[in-house]
């Protein structure tokens, strides 16, 4: 696994300020592609948060779960309540939705965790299954189905009625006055996502981390060497279960809305193609790979006849109207398609995801160089 | 009493559907260890091909129908009724069994191509990596039939003479239960299927061949036999059994491009239910399961326990795997 | 992208670049950079208006979907003054002139809304906060219209629902920004209940499979209220899963329940599958009671319908509108759809068509595209020659009061696209409820222009 | 010395189906010791060893280190090695994704921080002495120039070695060696038998299962001879090479 190496300090802390840089200007490199508008870079924090989160436990342990989605999910839903029944401020909310998504991945972790392999991806799939078809009927009470849970202007909120803050008309998450929507919202995000790497960094440069890749390497060595391995996979488990709610806790904070189908094994089942889109097991990769899906999921289902003809305005009339006829399946209504052949793609030529097409090229070039140093 | 007659016929009905999408997928498991995840797309793909059997028998003359102003209408009158008459009518009516017998020779081709082209490269790479690029041919594959035949759903019917429902009451005197007659044609077709594949396993070289390979592959091959051949074959038999079960289920679920993927997570818990590359476990746990779930759907069960329709498949499956790991029937 | 879209919301980019260049403390600084510029979000200040087309793509409504978009694209055209005019040559108290609304030409962004929540707000607020949309329509289901439908109060644009049924969409959760042109189920209740008296009697007993979700449950209550004030018993009402695919299990128990009416609360696919499957079982030939066993499908659509074939004939339901109506309005839209498309539109085209037009009317009433003009212009608005005869958008919970359909599988169809046959027009005062009627109640709240 | 019994194996019987594997065993492993135990093939002896480290169930009898019991199924196989027993397998068990530092490093931290510790904010790179330890044992097996390649890449003969010392840096009170130098060319075998011999003069009690008559006389204490699942005799190695018995079952038919 080339992910744990023994990098200098120096090294991690460059890593490190790097990738605040890239965040904190998304807002600018995104204008360049598109993607520069609030919602957007939202979605790239939040579902990177998510990833991250979920390759500590698929990356490092190689343990497949298929059920991730439902603690982010749960995040959401606990969030809602939060501002539901105490107050429109961010921190109680991601309090309460870590700790209840902490408690979940402890109960499914523990339990799904007897079994390895298929059997442990299988387990995870029918608790998440289970948890999204209450959701959607019989919880609606809880978490008011099809419709998903909604914020009033009539809810409690009783932290913000004893400290005398005025209900608002259409309420929005704040963090002590600063309301937690449009950039606002994605510098929230962000900073939590930073949070989020840096600690993803601490584990991969720690012996825990260590140890979770030597169980993925060699389980029966690892409990020969005087290790128990599931305490060390239920802690994986429940780090990347608290991400997963984390993340989804974010996703109401900046929207306030919390829905059933965001449980849904295809949503556990995004992550998992994010993961291995960007590179399971590196740092960057998962990140990198949310990015690209939200990205394709946004704007290049929005292609339609009418953007496609004006981008291929510059060729001569015969010729965009080939191109439009040769990428029109892929675009639009057609972004599930282009997505599938991407990620075969993938899996088949490169298994290390974008991170080790971009090693691959930056190889190129090493290669060359020293070609030209030995000249 | 009645009513349990009808919920063990539902139970049996869906489970021999269950039954027939896990045979093939626990076929392929258990011979070339790949979980694949495009096995749901192979009963698609076997349900669009009675579509398009259809579309072609159907191809009709049209006739500008002057009726209709406010658009160019046409009257439909497919060809073959125009040149046969009620002979033609006829050879529309059987479109479905029809289907079937041209299935067989498209999915084994579907299934060897798909063998060929993409599956043996994955043998050696682990599980994780096999279920990723299954799971992406599975979104490229119905992607490209909703390209080709829209969303919503096709509707496909059974021949006209099996179009109501049989009295099966009568067999045990309790003349009021009928029960359709494709639904009872459904499951002794799934019998006659799951029968056909088991008797091919047991009693041909082919077979015994391969039941050694899912027993011990290297030892196979250390005798000389071309398994990887043999399991090639096998790979398109399971794309058959998908298609075949996919072509039958047509008058019971109008086909859509998704249908694959609604059964895909269905037919992995009854493969895991029944035990891992167990055959005989798959086909058990498929009947297990459509029983289980016909029965929890009853009134007096959710009146009790609202909502266990929606779960009892899944917790059937937590429960086995927690406490019988190897599924009903798997080898340790 | 044009300078229309310059602006954000609450924040101006060029602002929020010069604070983010200066330090990470712009994370603090968005509230303070408050634009004034703009009366309204996304105000446009170049020569086009854009509108957000946001339906489903994917997923199991992608043909309704894309026969939404192809309603809008044609409503644009219309608007521009391209094509034959359409409804707006038949419809009355009609302002707009074929050039453009306020003077400016109408441009339109598409996106998937997946009909997933989650994906339908996202692909919203980018036609918000990228594209500049100062309207958003759409949607096939009811949980992405109520979920949009919220964001767009949040964000200060107008939302003209698509396809959406449920009462929630204008009565729990009714929001001052969002508009419906589609009815729902207490009308569908309402509508029905007296053809099925007439056709089927008073003395019968229905059984109820539900979808199990808020719109099922909100159907089901409608048609159980309306039928049993007239007589009806009710034998059970079950609810099944949402895309349970094989539906046997709930209709075996149908069959010796005593009940001789079938109501099936389904929608899509899983209407498609449980009707099929219900007239397998020989439902439409049994005697119960010594009468005819039948089966009802409240919300019926003709697209969905073609997915279950010949089962459709002589089945009973409620629509918004049908493409075979004959007033000059339907007449006009089927033809400009007709010639375009070459085949006729769906209800879901329908109300979209209608709703872009009433949109831009209203914008063109009120000499603005802020939010809170448009929404004084449409609250009470009354026109006709929209094809379902004089309509009135009611201020108190933005609905629109119409006639409803009651329609029939057609048992001759005259070709593929004749599957319903229309056997009443049910009027208008019929199908009127108060606004602030138990279950459908909820506060409009204020309008938001966003600014 | 006092005869202090390390492991002490006592009336253990084991039956596969019908077949007798282990008949009425016993045997005690004195400390500081190094016992061997040979036996033809099929006579029974990893069957001893499985039983010996918990991973089989003998039907009876019992099995006690330094005071506890370890029969079947009583400890986890991570509990036995916190108790102080570190094995080497027939086939090699390593880490073939980490580094050859890392794999020793592994066995290092779970002698230091026991079967399971949450260490995420003191760095790899900062457990500079754990780090010092394992590469002065890399040294020891002349293995530190592969320090930082990974352990899938070896040698199968280095990564016996490698696993060897995986055990060996945890100081374990009691080493199970299965077939130590099987595949290994003479060259290599006999590097680890210094190796061994090295270690046994730090004291350090070993348990060897062997083939190599060559290895077991270089470094046996004591031996036990197994065949057909129970012990016919024990002895010093001198004592084992003049026993009629052991000529008759086994030696007779193996070179020495």
């Known amino acids: 696994m080339q992910s744990i190496v023994e990098?200098?300090?120096?090294?991690?802390?460059?890593?490190?300020?790097?990738?605040?840089?890239?965040?904190?200007?998304?807002?600018?490199?995104?204008?360049?592609?598109?993607?520069g508008y609030p919602d957007l870079l939202q979605k790239f924090a939040i579902f990177g948060l998510f990833a991250i989160g979920y390759n500590i436990l698929f990356g490092l342990t190689g343990y497949l779960s298929f059920g991730h989605a439902a603690f982010l999910g749960v995040g959401s839903y606990a969030t809602v309540w939060s501002f539901k029944l105490l107050s429109m401020n961010a921190i109680p909310a991601v309090i309460f939705a870590?700790?209840?998504?902490?408690?979940?991945?402890?109960?499914?972790?523990?339990?799904?965790?007897?079994?390895?392999?298929?059997?442990?991806?299988?387990?995870?799939?029918?608790?998440?299954?289970?948890?999204?078809?209450?959701?959607?009927?019989?919880?609606?009470?809880?978490?008011?189905?099809?419709?998903?849970?909604?914020?009033?202007?009539?809810?409690?909120?009783?932290?913000?009625?004893?400290?005398?803050?005025?209900?608002?008309?259409?309420?929005?998450?704040?963090?002590?006055?600063?309301?937690?929507?449009?950039?606002?919202?994605?510098?929230?995000?962000?900073?939590?996502?930073?949070?989020?790497?840096?600690?993803?960094?601490?584990?991969?440069?720690?012996?825990?981390?260590?140890?979770?890749?030597?169980?993925?390497?060699?389980?029966?060595?690892?409990?020969?060497?005087?290790?128990?391995?599931?305490?060390?996979?239920?802690?994986?488990?429940?780090?990347?279960?608290?991400?997963?709610?984390?993340?989804?806790?974010?996703?109401?904070?900046?929207?306030?809305?919390?829905?059933?189908?965001?449980?849904?094994?295809?949503?556990?089942?995004?992550?998992?193609?994010?993961?291995?889109?960007?590179?399971?097991?590196?740092?960057?990769?998962?990140?990198?790979?949310?990015?690209?899906?939200?990205?394709?999921?946004?704007?290049?289902?929005?292609?339609?006849?009418?953007?496609?003809?004006?981008?291929?305005?510059?060729?001569?009339?015969?010729?965009?109207?080939?191109?439009?006829?040769?990428?029109?399946?892929?675009?639009?209504?057609?972004?599930?398609?282009?997505?599938?052949?991407?990620?075969?793609?993938?899996?088949?030529?490169?298994?290390?995801?974008?991170?080790?097409?971009?090693?691959?090229?930056?190889?190129?070039?090493?290669?060359?160089?020293?070609?030209?140093?030995?000249? | 009493m009645d009513a349990i007659l009808l919920q063990v016929l539902n139970g049996l009905d869906k489970g021999g559907a269950y039954a027939l999408i896990a045979l093939g997928l626990t076929l392929v498991f258990g011979t070339l260890g790949v979980v694949n995840f495009a096995h749901g797309a192979l009963f698609m793909m076997g349900a669009f091909v009675a579509v398009s059997v259809q579309n072609l028998l159907t191809i009709s003359m049209k006739v500008r129908d002057t009726s209709i102003t406010f658009f160019e209408a046409y009257k439909e009158t497919p060809y073959l009724e125009v040149w046969f008459g009620d002979v033609g009518t006829t050879i529309i009516d059987y479109s479905v069994p029809i289907s079937i017998l041209?299935?067989?020779?498209?999915?084994?081709?579907?299934?060897?191509?798909?063998?060929?082209?993409?599956?043996?490269?994955?043998?050696?790479?682990?599980?994780?990596?096999?279920?990723?690029?299954?799971?992406?041919?599975?979104?490229?594959?119905?992607?490209?039939?909703?390209?080709?035949?829209?969303?919503?759903?096709?509707?496909?019917?059974?021949?006209?003479?099996?179009?109501?429902?049989?009295?099966?009451?009568?067999?045990?005197?309790?003349?009021?239960?009928?029960?359709?007659?494709?639904?009872?044609?459904?499951?002794?077709?799934?019998?006659?299927?799951?029968g056909g594949v088991f008797a091919f396993l047991q009693f041909t070289t082919f077979g015994m061949v391969v039941r050694a390979g899912m027993y011990d592959r290297t030892m196979v091959g250390l005798l000389g036999i071309n398994i990887e051949r043999r399991f090639t074959i096998v790979f398109g038999l399971a794309a058959v059994v998908a298609g075949l079960a996919g072509v039958m289920y047509t008058p019971i679920l109008p086909p859509d491009y998704h249908m694959g993927m609604d059964f895909l997570v269905l037919s992995f818990v009854v493969v895991v239910v029944g035990g891992m590359g167990s055959l005989g476990g798959a086909v058990a746990a498929g009947f297990l399961l459509g029983i289980l779930q016909s029965f929890f759907s009853m009134n007096e069960v959710k009146e009790i326990l609202p909502g266990i329709d929606q779960i009892i498949i899944y917790l059937v499956a937590v429960a086995i795997l927690l406490i019988r790991p190897r599924g009903l029937m798997g080898k340790d | 992208m044009s300078t229309d879209n310059e602006k954000f919301g609450t924040l101006s980019r060029r602002g929020f670049m010069k604070a983010s260049a200066a330090t990470a403390a712009a994370v603090a600084a968005p509230t303070i950079l408050t634009s004034t510029a703009h009366a309204y979000v996304n105000e446009p200040k170049g020569g086009t208006v854009t509108l957000g087309f946001n339906v489903p793509q994917t997923g199991a409504y992608a043909d309704e979907g894309a026969d939404e978009l192809r309603a809008y694209k044609l409503a644009v055209k219309h608007l521009n003054g391209e094509g034959d005019g359409g409804m707006l040559n038949t419809m009355t108290n009609c302002v707009l002139k074929g050039n453009g609304v306020n003077g400016k030409k109408v441009a339109y962004v598409t996106g998937d809304t997946q009909t997933k929540s989650d994906a339908a707000r996202a692909s919203a607020k980018r036609m918000i906060e990228k594209d500049g949309a100062v309207m958003i329509t759409g949607g096939s289901s009811s949980g992405v219209a109520i979920a949009v439908q919220g964001l767009c109060q949040e964000a200060g644009v107008i939302f003209m629902a698509g396809l959406t049924h449920s009462n929630d969409t204008t009565g729990k959760d009714r929001k001052k920004n969002g508009f419906r042109h589609f009815f729902n189920t207490e009308m569908s209740g309402a509508a029905l209940a007296p053809i099925l008296k007439k056709e089927f009697g008073t003395d019968r007993t229905a059984y109820h499979l539900t979808a199990d979700y808020s719109w099922g449950w909100s159907q089901e209550g409608s048609i159980k209220k309306y039928t049993e004030s007239m007589g009806w018993k009710t034998a059970a009402a079950v609810r099944t899963p949402l895309g349970a695919g094989d539906f046997s299990q709930y209709i075996t128990p149908v069959l010796n329940s005593g009940a001789d009416v079938l109501v099936l609360n389904h929608y899509g696919k899983d209407m498609v599958n449980s009707l099929t499957q219900a007239v397998q079982f020989g439902l439409r030939d049994k005697q119960v009671n010594g009468k005819d066993f039948q089966i009802v499908v409240p919300l019926f659509s003709r697209l969905m319908a073609q997915g279950a074939g010949e089962n459709i004939k002589g089945i009973y339901g409620s629509t918004n509108w049908n493409w075979s109506l004959t007033d000059e309005g339907s007449k006009a839209f089927v033809k400009s759809f007709g010639a375009e498309y070459g085949f006729p539109p769906s209800q879901a085209a329908h109300t979209c068509y209608v709703q872009t037009l009433l949109y831009a009317n209203a914008c063109q009433m009120a000499g603005t595209f802020n939010p809170c003009g448009v929404i004084d212009a449409l609250e009470g608005f009354k026109f006709d020659g929209m094809g379902n005869g004089p309509t009135e958008y009611r201020a108190a919970d933005h609905q629109c009061f119409k006639d409803v359909l009651v329609v029939k599988g057609n048992e001759n169809p005259s070709s593929q696209f004749d599957l319903l046959k229309i056997v009443e027009v049910t009027p208008r005062a019929q199908v009127e409820y108060a606004p602030d009627m138990a279950d459908v109640a909820g506060e409009l709240g204020a309008c938001n222009p966003g600014a | 010395m006092s005869k202090r019994h390390v492991l002490s194996i006592a009336g253990v019987n084991k039956t596969f189906g019908g077949l007798k594997a282990l008949t009425d065993i016993n045997l005690n492993i004195e400390e500081g010791k190094t016992h061997a135990i040979i036996g033809p093939n099929g006579a029974g002896k990893s069957t001893l060893l499985n039983t010996c480290i918990g991973r089989l169930k003998p039907d009876n009898g019992t099995i006690t280190f330094e005071g506890t019991d370890l029969t079947g199924g009583n400890m986890t196989p991570h509990g036995i090695n916190q108790l102080g027993v570190s094995r080497v397998f027939q086939t090699p068990e390593i880490f073939p994704d980490l580094t050859l530092l890392q794999n020793v490093m592994i066995p290092a931290f779970a002698k230091r921080d026991g079967?399971?510790?949450?260490?995420?904010?003191?760095?790899?790179?900062?457990?500079?002495?754990?780090?010092?330890?394992?590469?002065?044992?890399?040294?020891?097996?002349?293995?530190?120039?592969?320090?930082?390649?990974?352990?899938?890449?070896?040698?199968?003969?280095?990564?016996?070695?490698?696993?060897?010392?995986?055990?060996?840096?945890?100081?374990?009170?009691?080493?199970?060696?299965?077939?130590?130098?099987?595949?290994?060319?003479?060259?290599?075998?006999?590097?680890?038998?210094?190796?061994?011999?090295?270690?046994k003069e730090r004291g350090m009690t070993k348990v060897i299962i062997e083939h190599d008559m060559h290895v077991v006389f270089s470094l046996a204490d004591r031996i036990s001879v197994l065949a057909q699942g129970a012990i016919i005799a024990e002895g010093t190695p001198d004592e084992i090479k003049g026993h009629p018995k052991v000529r008759e079952a086994y030696l007779g038919t193996a070179e020495i």
């Open chain 4, 115 to 199: 079967a399971f510790s949450f260490n995420i904010f003191k760095g790899l790179r900062e457990e500079k002495q754990l780090r010092d330890e394992a590469m002065h044992l890399l040294e020891d097996f002349e293995m530190q120039n592969l320090a930082h390649v990974h352990a899938g890449s070896l040698s199968r003969g280095n990564k016996r070695r490698l696993e060897l010392a995986m055990c060996l840096i945890q100081h374990p009170k009691l080493l199970l060696l299965d077939e130590p130098t099987a595949g290994m060319a003479r060259h290599d075998t006999n590097r680890t038998i210094d190796l061994l011999k090295k270690i």
């Open chain 2, 102 to 194: 041209i299935a067989i020779p498209i999915m084994l081709l579907i299934g060897l191509a798909m063998e060929r082209g993409l599956i043996r490269h994955f043998y050696k790479r682990d599980h994780a990596d096999q279920i990723l690029v299954t799971f992406g041919l599975a979104i490229v594959l119905q992607e490209i039939i909703k390209a080709n035949f829209g969303a919503n759903p096709i509707p496909q019917s059974a021949p006209d003479i099996v179009a109501g429902s049989a009295a099966v009451g009568a067999l045990i005197g309790a003349e009021g239960i009928v029960y359709p007659w494709w639904r009872l044609i459904y499951l002794a077709f799934s019998l006659v299927v799951i």
């Open chain 1, 7 to 35: 990098s200098s300090r120096t090294r991690d802390t460059f890593t490190l300020l790097i990738f605040i840089a890239v965040v904190l200007t998304a807002p600018i490199w995104g204008e360049f592609i598109g993607a």
């Open chain 1, 98 to 375: 870590v700790a209840l998504s902490a408690i979940f991945a402890v109960v499914i972790g523990y339990l799904s965790l007897r079994r390895s392999g298929i059997y442990f991806s299988i387990l995870t799939l029918a608790f998440a299954q289970m948890s999204y078809n209450m959701a959607y009927s019989v919880l609606t009470p809880i978490t008011n189905g099809e419709t998903g849970l909604q914020l009033k202007s009539s809810d409690p909120r009783v932290l913000d009625a004893a400290l005398g803050v005025e209900p608002q008309a259409v309420p929005l998450a704040d963090l002590f006055g600063i309301t937690l929507n449009g950039y606002a919202g994605f510098y929230f995000c962000a900073a939590i996502l930073i949070l989020g790497f840096w600690l993803s960094m601490k584990i991969f440069r720690s012996p825990f981390g260590m140890k979770l890749v030597a169980i993925k390497s060699n389980q029966t060595r690892m409990e020969f060497t005087g290790f128990s391995p599931r305490p060390y996979l239920l802690t994986a488990f429940v780090i990347s279960g608290v991400y997963a709610g984390l993340a989804g806790s974010l996703m109401a904070i900046v929207d306030p809305l919390a829905g059933a189908e965001r449980m849904q094994w295809t949503a556990s089942g995004e992550v998992v193609l994010m993961t291995i889109l960007g590179g399971v097991g590196t740092l960057f990769g998962p990140i990198l790979g949310a990015a690209t899906i939200k990205y394709f999921e946004n704007i290049f289902s929005a292609i339609n006849n009418q953007v496609l003809e004006s981008a291929y305005s510059f060729m001569p009339e015969w010729l965009s109207d080939i191109a439009i006829l040769l990428t029109r399946p892929f675009v639009g209504e057609g972004w599930h398609l282009m997505l599938g052949v991407l990620f075969m793609a993938i899996i088949i030529f490169l298994p290390g995801g974008i991170i080790e097409g971009v090693r691959r090229i930056g190889g190129i070039f090493k290669k060359s160089k020293q070609i030209e140093e030995d000249a």
